[in-house]
């Protein structure tokens, strides 16, 4: 049986905007809990990104008191701008198209340093399928911790997403990590 949203007295644009609501109230409530946490540890985060084109710096800069611990970012969407402001190594990115774990934590542990940061987030990806991602959507993303890669991941999407759906997706998840890493962080304080 195929069930159309139009058989519960909801059409499919009001199913979109209800969905997107929903998604904006888990967000903001995802971003006050990180603003938070990071005010009341003192630490500080700056942001390097690729694939999602500036939605993690729009979100930091979302969150109450944002100046007091997010230091910044960059968006570096091509090879030339990842090697020469983020240190990724040339040889790396030209054989990856830019699209690696290792250029991932490459990026973040040198924003970290940019910007003389406690965290760091970056992420590469493709937000539509290419000829050099087979056809797929993927994106890699590291997250450290005063220097130290805490986490990297690769995080795979459905060849058919649009691309404005994956650049929201991928932030909102590497979002909700970075929720958890400094979950664990407290945890490790607290014991």
Same mark, same amino acid.
């Given at each position: 049986?195929?069930?159309?949203?139009?058989?519960?007295?909801?059409?499919?644009?009001?199913? =979109?905007?209800?969905?997107?609501?929903?998604?904006?109230?888990?967000?903001?409530?995802?971003?006050?809990? +990180?603003?938070?946490?990071?005010? *009341?540890? $003192?630490?500080?985060?700056?942001?390097?990104? *690729?694939?999602?084109?500036?939605?993690?710096?729009?979100?930091?800069?979302?969150? %109450? &008191?944002?100046?007091?611990?997010?230091?910044? $970012?960059?968006?570096?969407?091509?090879?030339?701008?990842?090697?020469?402001?983020?240190?990724?190594? $040339?040889?790396?990115?030209?054989?990856? &198209?830019?699209?690696? !774990?290792?250029? !991932?934590?490459?990026?973040?542990?040198?924003?970290?340093?940019?910007?003389? *940061? &406690?965290? =760091?987030?970056?992420?590469?990806?493709?937000?539509?399928?290419?000829?050099? =991602?087979?056809?797929?959507?993927?994106?890699?993303?590291?997250?450290?911790?005063?220097?130290?890669?805490?986490?990297?991941?690769?995080?795979?999407?459905?060849?058919?997403?649009?691309?404005?759906?994956?650049?929201?997706?991928? =932030?909102?998840? +590497?979002?909700?990590?970075?929720?958890?890493?400094?979950?664990?962080? %407290?945890?490790?304080?607290?014991?």
């Amino acid at each position: 049986m195929i069930v159309k949203p139009s058989q519960f007295g909801v059409n499919a644009d009001e199913l =979109s905007v209800r969905s997107l609501i929903y998604f904006i109230i888990e967000l903001e409530n995802l971003l006050r809990y +990180i603003g938070k946490h990071l005010l *009341s540890t $003192g630490e500080t985060i700056a942001v390097a990104e *690729s694939v999602t084109s500036g939605f993690l710096q729009f979100s930091f800069s979302q969150m %109450k &008191d944002a100046s007091k611990f997010y230091k910044g $970012g960059m968006t570096a969407y091509t090879l030339e701008e990842k090697v020469n402001l983020l240190n990724v190594n $040339g040889d790396e990115a030209l054989k990856h &198209d830019c699209v690696s !774990a290792g250029i !991932a934590e490459t990026m973040a542990l040198n924003v970290a340093r940019l910007y003389n *940061s &406690d965290w =760091s987030i970056a992420v590469t990806g493709y937000a539509t399928p290419t000829e050099s =991602s087979n056809g797929k959507l993927y994106s890699y993303f590291a997250i450290t911790y005063r220097g130290e890669v805490i986490l990297s991941e690769k995080l795979d999407l459905h060849s058919r997403t649009k691309s404005v759906n994956a650049q929201l997706y991928y =932030s909102e998840f +590497i979002l909700g990590c970075f929720k958890i890493e400094l979950d664990k962080q %407290k945890e490790e304080k607290a014991s």
